[in-house]
């Protein structure tokens, strides 16, 4: 099993900045891909970055030169700074990771948070 808790959500205004943060725990052997999604009311679920295990990142259109993923592979950990944030950022961020364990190392996982809200408003 793996657990993810995200964390740094909250209430800002627009322009402001927030960092978020996941850290995955449990009997974990590796882990691949690291992401952000995120889900408004009435809206799915969409991606808005991923980092591999060797740092290549991937970023939604509506972030890209915005928000920037990061990961501390040591702490099994990864980031979400976002600056100049938009109302229409507002949403639940979810963290992902693709997981190997220990039990199975050959067979990959995907586990999620639970997520964090992030509200943009003045």
């Known amino acids: 099993q793996v657990q993810l808790v995200e964390s740094g959500g909250g209430l800002v205004q627009p322009g402001g900045s927030l960092r978020l943060s996941c850290a995955a725990s449990g009997s974990i052997f590796s882990i691949n891909r690291m992401g952000w999604y995120r889900q408004a009311p009435g809206k799915r679920r969409e991606l808005v970055a991923v980092i591999t295990s060797g740092g290549s990142t991937n970023y939604a259109d509506s972030v890209k030169g915005r928000f920037a993923i990061s990961r501390d592979n040591a702490k099994n950990t990864v980031y979400l700074q976002m600056n100049s944030l938009k109302p229409e950022d507002t949403a639940v961020y979810y963290c992902?990771?693709?997981?190997?364990?220990?039990?199975?190392?050959?067979?990959?996982?995907?586990?999620w948070g639970q997520g964090t809200q992030v509200t943009v408003s003045s």
């Open positions: 992902n990771a693709e997981t190997r364990l220990m039990v199975q190392p050959t067979r990959l996982y995907d586990s």
